[in-house]
Every structure is written in C-alpha cells, then in structure tokens.
C-alpha cells in the first residue's frame, strides 16, 4: 500500500482495498501510518471475534441487541477504516445488527486495543 492507491477527497486521502474504504487525514498520512493501516487489513480477518467479544460485552448493546459474539462477529460484515496516528477507528456502516445505526470501534495499534464503541444514528 502506497500513495498511489489513495485519492485526496477534502482533507483525507481515500482507497477501497479489498472491498474496505481506508481514509487517512492529511495531518495523519505518513509511511508510519500507510504501514500501519496496511497491516490492520492482514490482522483484520484474526481479529474479528476478538472484536465481536468486546462489542457483546457493552451494556447497552448487550440489553438492546442480546447478541452473542459469533452472531455480532457475522453481522457486522465489513468496516471503514479511518486511520489516525498509532491507531483507528473501523465503522460498520452496512452492519446487520441495526441498519439505522453505525457501529464505530476505536483501536490502537495493529488492532491489539479496543478503546470504545458506539452506535451513531
């Protein structure tokens, strides 16, 4: 992943890689994070129920939904990805858990934390 492969849209530079839409903002793109956001898309797929498990254990979302992990982990389907300096944030736009809401998980890192997740809408 390169330059190259973003389009500068407003005051982020944006790709779809594999069916994933990655925008990183002027302030944050940098090799550091082209290196980072590349590797977060091979994690990705390692790292799903891991995020399913934290997303089944908000409250909110545990009383409202009464999902387990694996039925979270099958209906987020794919997230946008907006990267940050040292981390990110993935928004499942299309997922099937509320299709009036976004499901957004901020993490650090190759996705090794999870810091927050909400529902916008």
């Known amino acids: 992943m390169n330059t190259n492969d973003f389009v500068k849209r407003g005051s982020f530079f944006e790709a779809e890689i594999d069916g994933v839409k990655i925008n990183i903002s002027d302030a944050a793109m940098s090799d550091e994070t082209l290196q980072l956001a590349e590797k977060v898309l091979l994690v990705y797929p390692q790292k799903i129920m891991a ?3 934290f997303v089944s254990q908000d409250e909110w979302i545990a009383n409202t939904y009464n999902l387990t992990k694996e039925e979270i982990a099958e209906k ?3 997230p946008d990805i907006l990267m940050f300096e040292g981390g990110g944030q993935l928004s499942y736009c299309k997922n099937e858990i509320d299709c009036n809401r ?9 996705l090794e934390e999870i810091y927050e997740i909400g529902m916008d809408g």
Request: net charge negative; aromatic share 6%; charged share 20%.
């Open 51 to 53: 995020i399913a498990e």
């Open 76 to 78: 987020i389907n794919k």
């Open 102 to 110: 976004i499901l957004v998980v901020e993490f650090g890192g190759v």
